[in-house]
């Protein structure tokens, strides 16, 4: 395998709670309780477990949204954990994110545009507007949506199509790791079908890495090249696709697998 | 005849002085110790099927507008609002996607559930704090005589849908409707809260509607299916007839869009397109724009419900003739 482009190193993340009572013992929440973990460069590696179970807070620390607690975390062999926030700007065109909810990162009072051209300013990825919309344009384009669109305001698009829009904002900054936090889990399954294939080319094509988070095992599989599963802010087990779902180890991930319902078509013995 | 017979069921949704149609001649039966899944994407009107047999369409906006309801020989829409109360109250009970919503923060689950019971039946407290505690151990909550006066926060997702499950049981109702009762949960969480309803039904011959996105959910719940689209039931039949058959292109695509999770594919088979808004209008097949076999019929024709194999209808012009 090449040099990774990311290696965790024992991350945690402890959250320190107060007791509700006036005498309670303070709780501490581990919810990251330290996950080693690689990506390769062009690999999707996806983290899939239960709700609580810490997916988010691992996308969270290593986006620098939240402070992790220890660990180290590498990229390109630079260290950014503990980074100041000015020391990780420089990152942070590299290492973006997409969450489960496009329109609650999408700002509705700002056309399309502006939420996808103001970024490339800032980063210095462009000079003018002019090469700016052109910019802008080829990306809805290569998401599947009419340049035109850039015209228009966030709620003017159903689920899918800002799901779309969230996934542009990402790819036009050409970053090197794209952390995915349950992408396309409040889509309807004709339109997570769409955005799952658009995704995966997405990701083939340009070849960058991706840390897919999910808790869903049908979308992980059809999206991953190897899996993480996480139970109680560890990860249980971690290996190429085809071995955590064709010869599962641990108990945790066969129960995961068993729970899943199927549909039988009738057509298994034939 | 079946429990309930739901008869080209129609509901309209009023929307800047215009009447929208919101669900168009839907039909189904269920009955005693048998499963109904109605499955479909968002906003295709499931929810509001189910609100409509319960009799919570209350409001101006949204409203049936025809089509009957038959429940144990009883037309629901032409009894007296009191004596539909009184049905909805002991014979049918409703769960919704998300427990928390549905329970009362402020107070203990088991108060919750008393109110619940003495509203419908004469008991002292006692009497049905009793019955609470037994109907918590019904839906295997652990502790039941302590855990009767959790708050809802201090229980698990899980938990407390078992509660909605126990609440909903509590005046032993014949029909049970579960709109997305797992939706909200994990995996393995949902698994025992389908089995305990498959549980609950084997010992009391209830009858359940079962309203998921899931295929997979659906073929492991149901006797039948009913799959809707923008407003319609595209395609129904037993569960083993729909899934072997695929006669609709709709079902075969909302199949093929799902990723499953024992085998590999490159490419999912995505449907094109979107669910059109209930603003657009759209002639013929609602189906048509995202349709690879749509043809000119398609395109100004509804079409009718029509009998592909016994007991299997689907809504199309070329039922079954969908490329495999
Ligand atoms: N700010 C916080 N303060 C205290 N506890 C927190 C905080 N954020 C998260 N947690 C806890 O940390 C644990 C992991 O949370 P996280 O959001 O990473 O879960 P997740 O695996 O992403 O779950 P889901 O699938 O529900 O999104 C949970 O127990 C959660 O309650
Ligand atoms: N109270 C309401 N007022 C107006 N429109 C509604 C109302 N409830 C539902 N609708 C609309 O009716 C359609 C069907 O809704 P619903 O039955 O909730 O769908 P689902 O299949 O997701 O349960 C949707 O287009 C929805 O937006
Ligand atoms: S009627 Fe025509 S458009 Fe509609 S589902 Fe059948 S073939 Fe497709
Ligand atoms: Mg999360
Ligand atoms: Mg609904």
Redesign the pocket.
Known sequence: MSEPLLSIVDLKKHYHTKSLWPFGKKQVIKAVDGVSFEIAPGEVLSLVGESGCGKSTVGRTLTHLEQATSGHALFEGQDFLMMSSSEFRPLRREIQMIFQDPFASLNPRLKIEQTLGEPLFIHGLCSTWEEARNKIAIMLETVGMDPMVMKRHPHEFSGGQRQRIGIARVMILKPKLVIADEAVSALDVSIQAQVLNLIKKLQQDSGISMLFISHDLGVVRHISNRVAVMHEGKIVEIGLKNEIFEAPKHEYTRKLLSSIPRVKTGRELV | MALLEVQNLE?A???KGKL?P??QSVSFSVDDNETLG?V????????????AIMGLLG?T??RITGGSIRFDGMDLLTLSERERRSIMGNQMAMIFQEPMTSLNPVYRIGDQIIENIRQHQKMTKAQARDRVVELLSLVRIPNPSERVDSFPHQMSGGQRQRVMIAMALSCDPKLLIA??PTTALDVTVQKEVLDLMADLQTRMGTAIIL?S?DLGVISETSNKVAV?YR?RVAEAAETESLFLELAHPYTRGLLNSMPVVDSDVDWLEAIPGRVP??EEELTGCAFHPRCASATELCLTTVPKETEFKHGHSVQCHFPGKVAP
């Open positions: 509901i949704v009023s929307a929208l919101v669900v109605i479909g994407e968002s906003g295709c009107g499931k929810s509001l099927t189910a609100l409001g906006t949204v709109d997305e309203i996105h809707m407003g808004t209930l």
